[in-house]
């Protein structure tokens, strides 16, 4: 029981950092599946959820069912800018790509 806690409070902590919401489920929703993993080590228990969009639960998946769109990143004018100027800046935004 002490897993299913654990796992609980990983989607509580979200919910607190407004990362996810409450959700009612209505006709044309679709919920993205997941699964805990579980990583032992000898210093702690990590209990973590794995997001599977391409799991086909109602016919077809979320990857499936999402718009692409256009590719919207260009490597070589990132890579163009790195160059023109002396000083580089990159960030690392916590827990927000999960």
């Not at 032992?40 to 692409?68: C, M, Q, W």
């Not at 769109?69 to 100027?85: E, H, K, M, T, V």
Request: aromatic fraction near 10%.
């Amino acid at each position: 029981m002490g897993l299913l806690n654990d796992y609980q409070a990983v989607f509580n902590e979200w919910e607190d950092l407004k990362i996810i919401e409450k959700a009612e489920k209505k006709t044309g929703s679709y919920f993205l599946p997941h699964r805990p993993v579980v990583k032992n080590d000898n210093i702690t228990t990590k209990i973590r959820p794995v997001f599977d969009a391409s799991a086909r639960e109602s016919g077809k998946s979320l990857s499936e069912l999402l718009y692409t769109g256009p590719n919207l990143i260009q490597i070589l004018d990132i890579l163009d800018r790195f160059r023109s100027y002396s000083i580089g800046i990159s960030a690392d935004i916590e827990k927000a790509f999960l």
